[in-house]
């Protein structure tokens, strides 16, 4: 039986951070009312001029030197020409022939197995708009607020085998550029989307198979179907004989199939042309070494300093690092509370266990880090004990209300009170003689059912520790 290799590169599509667009002093900001964020130049009117935004070229050469690339010192803009009704100019400016970035690579680690995933390049390039198909009245709306949005397409080699490795390889990219704070790589947003270039072959073969490309891919779960579910198509049709033809698909991860859009075109179809109205963009030295010299502390180095400033276990490290909002919220809070290791619990356990049960990325937190730390201050004073604690905690994730008075005004606080408690236990223990005469067996399963009821009778207020201590000694006296 034949056994094959799929083979995966990438082109990932990354919306630029800036205030304004790349030619334009448009807002980029997301979520405007439809066409709000646009002029006369990124809708593309006769007789405009482009005016390059300096930020975007030095947020292109940031994520290009953290990504081990190469700067091109003289790079140009193209004019990439083809026609799409979203976008107005009939070409995108872009760039073919003299990429910003060159010949960099990232580096994985899947199931303990390193790897080194190549990058071909990193250009520069506008955004095109949004069509909105409308069913129920059978027309297509268009929304240039997007037109002209900074990107940068990052082209991998065509280096990744499998979805874990794609899946890797992303999540090492959009970390790096968040902590760059060159992109806030919204996936939900449309500010990271991947093209999938996939092919396979038979393992062994010196050639690479016939690929094909879908497009636009903005999760990693329709990431990962996608590929699984084009490469079995791909080796179905092999199978019986068929021949892959290079087109561009679109993944429908409702019906978890792929559906054929058009021929691939190759960088001919586009008939590519340097851009007249931008000049040749020179990179000097200096400029380099000046960002360079900006470049914040990324994710391997904060692991580092987390495990050897903070004394936290490297897999807690590597769990709060993983995005930049968990670990600014990490090191604010433990900066008000000074107790890593509890913070880090709680970054880690509970409001990762919120954040998928709300299907919500970290970026979306809203609860501020003095109302974690005070909520931590709560328990280490003994005024609530964890199961007060972490119900109160969802109210912090969703409100951000002030964890002290919220258990002041709802009466929350932890009962020390040692008479109250050994009444409470006394009638726990006669009211279960059969748990009695189970402990007194050996049987330990009843003392945790003895501390549950007791738990149940003070409505989930009281001290365990005192439970416990109290319990044992009453039990033992019989």
Not at 305 to 323: L, V
Request: charged residues 30%; hydrophobic residues 35%; glycine residues 6%.
């Amino acid at each position: 039986m034949k056994t094959y290799e799929t083979v995966i590169g990438l082109e990932v599509h990354v919306e630029l951070a800036t205030k304004t667009k790349i030619f334009c002093g448009c807002s980029t900001e997301f979520g405007g009312k439809p066409n709000t964020h646009c002029c006369p130049v990124c809708t593309g009117m006769p007789g405009v001029l482009p005016v390059l935004n300096k930020k975007v070229v030095e947020y292109a050469m940031a994520a290009g030197l953290a990504l081990n690339c190469d700067i091109t010192r003289k790079c140009k803009f193209d004019r990439k020409n083809y026609f799409y009704p979203d976008l107005p100019k009939a070409y995108q400016t872009s760039q073919l022939y003299l990429p910003i970035c060159r010949n960099g690579h990232v580096d994985i680690d899947v199931n303990g197995v390193k790897k080194s995933i190549g990058i071909h390049e990193i250009h520069m390039e506008e955004d095109a708009g949004k069509l909105v198909h409308d069913d129920w009245d059978d027309c297509t709306l268009v929304d240039y607020n997007r037109c002209g949005v900074p990107l940068i397409e990052i082209v991998s080699e065509p280096d990744m085998r499998s979805a874990d490795e794609v899946i890797a390889y992303l999540t090492k990219l959009r970390t790096t550029l968040q902590y760059l704070g060159v992109s806030d790589c919204k996936m939900q947003e449309g500010s990271l989307r991947a093209d999938v270039n996939l092919s396979v072959r038979e393992v062994g073969a010196p050639e690479f198979g016939t690929r094909t490309e879908m497009k636009n891919l903005n999760s990693f779960k329709s990431i990962a179907r996608a590929i699984e579910g084009e490469r079995k198509r791909q080796i179905e049709q092999i199978e019986y004989g068929k021949k892959i033809i290079q087109e561009t698909r679109r993944w429908d991860d409702n019906k978890d199939s792929s559906f054929a859009m058009r021929s691939k075109e190759d960088a001919q179809d586009y008939r590519y042309f340097p851009e007249p109205d931008l000049v040749p963009i020179e990179i000097s030295e200096e400029w380099i070494n000046e960002i360079k010299s900006k470049e914040p502390e990324l994710r391997e180095a904060k692991m580092l300093r987390y495990e050897t400033e903070y004394d936290i276990p490297e897999y807690d490290a590597s769990i709060i690092t993983e995005t930049k909002a968990i670990a600014d919220l990490f090191e604010a809070t433990v900066a008000i509370c000074k107790k890593p290791k509890e913070v880090s619990n709680w970054l880690m356990v509970e409001t990762m266990r919120l954040l998928k049960e709300h299907e919500m990325e970290a970026e979306a937190i809203k609860f501020s880090p003095i109302n974690l730390a005070k909520l931590i201050g709560l328990i280490d004073a003994d005024a609530i004990n964890r199961t007060v604690a972490k119900k109160v905690f969802e109210v912090i994730f969703t409100e951000d209300i002030d964890p002290e008075q919220y258990v002041e005004e709802k009466g929350l606080k932890m009962v020390n009170d040692e008479g109250a408690l050994r009444t409470t236990i006394e009638e726990i223990v006669s009211q279960n003689p059969q748990s009695v005469e189970d402990y007194k067996a050996g049987k330990k399963k009843a003392m945790g059912f003895l501390v549950g009821q007791t738990m149940k009778a003070m409505k989930g207020k009281a001290n365990p520790g005192m439970i416990n201590q109290i319990l044992t000694e009453i039990l033992e006296s019989l």
